[in-house]
């Protein structure tokens, strides 16, 4: 069952001057340290900012939040798993929150899509509940 659906689109032109003009300020204020380790890495840069941020904007719209509620944006962080699919995890707010909307007896599950045509980058995240196996 689906409990949260967001998306986002940023101009990653956007990011770019917010990564010149504020820099570290920026990046440790809005993304975790995988993120950070991810992004540098990559030729541009500023393209991988964006996706990620985009991903947190769709995933508080996804919550049913926005950044109030306690849900900050170093909340949410793009991670892959082993498969190379790329998810969110959450902590803080944005877990506690997670954990209120779904229901009882499920766990959550957090897809998301990322991609970039320069100028703009977008994500979509949808969050569905999974019913626990009582095997």
Known sequence: MMIGLGSDLVDIRRI????????????????????????????????????RFAAKEACSKALGTGFRRGVFWRDMG?????????????????????????????????????TDEPPLAQAIVM??????SST
């Open 16 to 51: 770019e001057r917010t990564l010149e003009r504020y820099g570290d300020r920026f990046l440790d204020r809005i993304f975790t340290p995988v993120e950070r380790a991810r992004s540098e890495a990559r030729i541009d840069r500023a393209a991988s900012y964006a996706k």
């Open 78 to 114: 793009v991670i892959n798993l082993a498969s190379g699919r790329p998810t969110l995890q959450l902590t803080g707010g944005a877990l506690a929150r997670l954990r209120e909307i779904t229901p009882t007896g499920c766990d959550a599950r957090i897809d998301i899509t990322l």
């Open 127 to 132: 969050i569905t509940s999974i019913p626990v």
